[in-house]
C-alpha cells in the first residue's frame, strides 16, 4: 500500500478498512483480514516509480492509494502503451 496524495500512510486501522471493503476479501471474517493486514507494508513512490515490472514473479498484491496511477509497458520500438490509467484506489494483483 502506499501512502496517499498527502503523503500520508494509512493506519492499521485503514489498512483494515480498505481491505474489508474490497470485493476480493469482503467475505472474510475479522480475524484473517487482520491477519491479511498484518502483511501490508506501506511504500511512498515518487511519481514515475516503477512498482513491478514485466517478467517479475507473481507473488504480491498491490494496494494502490494514489491520486494517479498507471499500468503501461513498452513496445519493442520504445512507445508507452497505456492499458489502465485510474485515479481511484484499488487493488491490483501481481
Same mark, same amino acid.
Given at each position: 500500500? +502506499? ?7 494509512? #493506519?492499521?486501522? =485503514?489498512?483494515?478498512?480498505? *481491505?474489508?471493503?474490497?470485493?476480493i ?18 511504500? +511512498? ?7 513491478? #515490472?514485466k517478467? =517479475?514473479?507473481?507473488?504480491? *498484491? ?10 503501461a ?10 492499458l489502465?490509467?485510474?485515479v481511484?484506489?484499488?487493488l491490483?494483483?501481481?
Amino acid at each position: 500500500m +502506499t501512502s496517499d496524495s498527502k503523503g500520508k500512510a494509512p #493506519s492499521s486501522d =485503514d489498512k483494515f478498512s480498505i *481491505l474489508q471493503r474490497h470485493p476480493i476479501f469482503r467475505g472474510l471474517d475479522p480475524a484473517a483480514l487482520d491477519q491479511l493486514r498484518r502483511y501490508c507494508k506501506t511504500r +511512498t513512490l515518487k511519481r514515475g516509480t516503477a512498482v513491478f #515490472s514485466k517478467g =517479475d514473479p507473481g507473488n504480491s *498484491l498491490y494496494g494502490v492509494i494514489a491520486v494517479h496511477c498507471e499500468l503501461a509497458f513498452r513496445r519493442p520500438t520504445g512507445v508507452k502503451q497505456c492499458l489502465i490509467s485510474s485515479v481511484r484506489a484499488k487493488l491490483s494483483g501481481r
